[in-house]
């Protein structure tokens, strides 16, 4: 029915016919939508890299090949620059560029000076350390002889304090007895049944018990004073020897002290002589002088002033946009 439709159509119109499109014409438009539709494809598994207009300079890859500025390690004055270096000239790793010299006159005979002071100073603060270090070791022992000393003495008086002390209840009882018998025969010659000869010798008994009581007490008084004494003596003797190694190890402190001083001072002194050792300014790698504010000798240098300028020898470059 659409054939007939379409054949009617045709003779009915014959302009339709016309303005047909031919079939080499539909084969081509189907060729090309198919050619389309595989480019977007293909353009999904393409590498893709975006571009920009811009302005920029080629730059070495690596960072240490890049243009660098070689800076005064030191204050010094240029006491010699390379011959015929000049701006634009290559030169090679460890090429001598310039010689620097300090400011001041005979500064390495002066370091090398301080040095051997620091050494002698060093030994001596070294050696006091040790002797102080024995010194705390020596009075530490004799601290502990005196105090052993000490105590054998207060062992002494407190033994000889208790010796006294036993002894009080004999004299007592003795100074008692004859006390008892000279009241009891004093009473035997009122009656008249003892003589007056016998009840004088026993008031002499009496007395003379009495004496050696009052004695012995007074002898017991001082061993117990003597026995405090020697315990004070012992505090004091340990307080005293305490007191030299106290002293001993303050010094021996002090001492240390210096050393660690000295030995700054020292580093302070190494550091400046290394500085020196870089006196002498080479090339850090291949490549040209690109620019060299430091030209002549006689030029006063600052620390941190800029010597050259290189650009070394670049293995592989890259635009910096």
């Not at 018990?209 to 004091?236: G, H, N, T, V, Y």
Request: with cysteine; hydrophobic share 45%; charged share 30%.
């Amino acid at each position: 029915m659409a054939v007939g439709t379409t054949h009617s159509l045709s003779t009915e119109l014959p302009a339709l016919k016309l303005v047909q499109s031919s079939r080499t014409a539909w084969r081509a438009a189907n060729a090309l939508l198919i050619l389309l539709v595989l480019c977007v494809i293909a353009m999904l598994f393409v590498p893709w890299q975006q571009s920009a207009r811009g302005t920029g300079k080629v730059v070495a890859y690596v960072p240490q090949e890049r243009q660098q500025t070689v800076l005064s390690p030191v204050k010094g004055v240029v006491v010699d620059v390379a011959d015929g270096l000049r701006e634009g000239m290559r030169v090679q790793q460890g090429d001598l560029i310039l010689e620097l010299e300090p400011s001041a006159a005979n500064l390495q005979e002066q370091l090398q000076g301080q040095m051997r002071n620091l050494a002698a100073k060093l030994a001596t603060a070294n050696t006091k350390a040790d002797v102080y270090g024995r010194n705390i070791v020596d009075f530490q022992a004799a601290q502990q002889a005196a105090v052993d000393a000490a105590e054998e003495l207060i062992a002494a008086a407190k033994a000889k304090w208790d010796a006294e002390r036993e002894l009080l209840p004999g004299y007592q009882a003795k100074a008692l007895q004859a006390k008892l018998n000279y009241e009891r025969q004093k009473g035997l010659a009122e009656k008249g049944i003892k003589p007056a000869v016998e009840v004088e010798k026993l008031k002499k008994d009496w007395d003379v018990a009495k004496s050696d009581l009052e004695s012995l007490k007074l002898k017991i008084i001082a061993a117990k004073e003597e026995w405090e004494a020697k315990q004070d003596e012992r505090i004091q003797k340990e307080r005293e020897a305490k007191t030299k190694v106290d002293y001993a190890r303050a010094m021996q402190q002090d001492a240390l002290g210096q050393v660690a001083t000295i030995q700054k001072e020292t580093r302070d002194v190494e550091i400046k002589l290394a500085e020196l050792d870089r006196m002498k300014i080479y090339a850090p790698r291949d490549g040209t002088i690109f620019r060299m504010p430091v030209f002549e000798r006689g030029q006063t240098l600052k620390e941190g002033d800029a010597l050259f300028t290189i650009v070394p020898d670049a293995s592989e470059r890259v635009v910096e946009l």
